[in-house]
């Protein structure tokens, strides 16, 4: 019927982060062993303090979060909805990914900014094999600290590269990747080895 016709008012409200299901909230904190041992697509949730943020891709952040010894990866998560600061504390939770060696934490759901003191430590792999997998499992996405003598490896100045180098008497290789890490950064890392070759 042509004669009969109306209006409405319509109010858009942008939400700013997604609602926090109670699952996420009531679920206990996982251990880093769980973060290693996991099966692919369990969920994580973890809690530490963001100790480095890879640049920003296409609105993903990758970046790592760590409390103590222990270290996690979160890769790709949305960087519109969750921003990160390196030195804030938050509580992650997503989904376990295993990716070429590397364990990942991905589709973040849980994102909340913690203001916990939380610390995390150096630690040390003196005396340890760096190419033993089962070793270096406790360590992984950990800042770690070791002395080691370059041995080889094609430095370049501007892309990814790797290098050998001699960590308690075993090679092995090293990857410096400008895309995990600011230009500044990558610029010490790659002048540090072009000293050691003079």
């Not at 109306?6 to 939400?15: F, K, N, V």
């Not at 969750?82 to 994102?111: A, M, S, T």
């Not at 230009?183 to 080895?193: G, P, Q, R, V």
């Amino acid at each position: 019927n042509d004669e009969v016709y109306g209006s409405i008012d319509l109010t858009i409200e942008a939400q700013d982060k997604p609602v926090v299901s109670p699952e996420w909230t009531n679920m206990a904190f996982s251990t880093h062993n769980d973060y290693v041992n996991n099966e692919d697509d369990s969920k994580l949730k973890i809690k530490g303090v963001v100790t480095h943020v890879c640049p920003v891709d296409e609105d993903t952040v990758s970046y790592f979060i760590q409390s103590g010894r222990d270290g996690y990866y979160v890769y790709a998560q949305n960087a519109l909805l969750y921003p990160v600061e390196i030195g804030k504390v938050y509580e992650v939770g997503g989904y376990k990914k295993y990716y070429k060696g590397l364990n990942e934490i991905v589709n973040v759901e849980y994102f909340i900014e913690s203001d916990e003191d939380i610390t995390f430590d150096y630690v040390s792999i003196d005396g340890t094999n760096p190419t033993d997998v089962a070793a270096m499992k406790e360590y992984q996405a950990a800042y770690i600290k070791t002395t080691g003598t370059y041995v080889s490896g094609d430095l370049k100045d501007s892309s990814a590269f790797n290098v050998t180098v001699k960590i308690n008497g075993y090679d092995t290789t090293l990857r410096i990747d400008p895309n995990y890490c600011e230009s500044d950064e990558f610029t010490k890392i790659y002048n540090l080895f072009d000293f050691s070759r003079a």
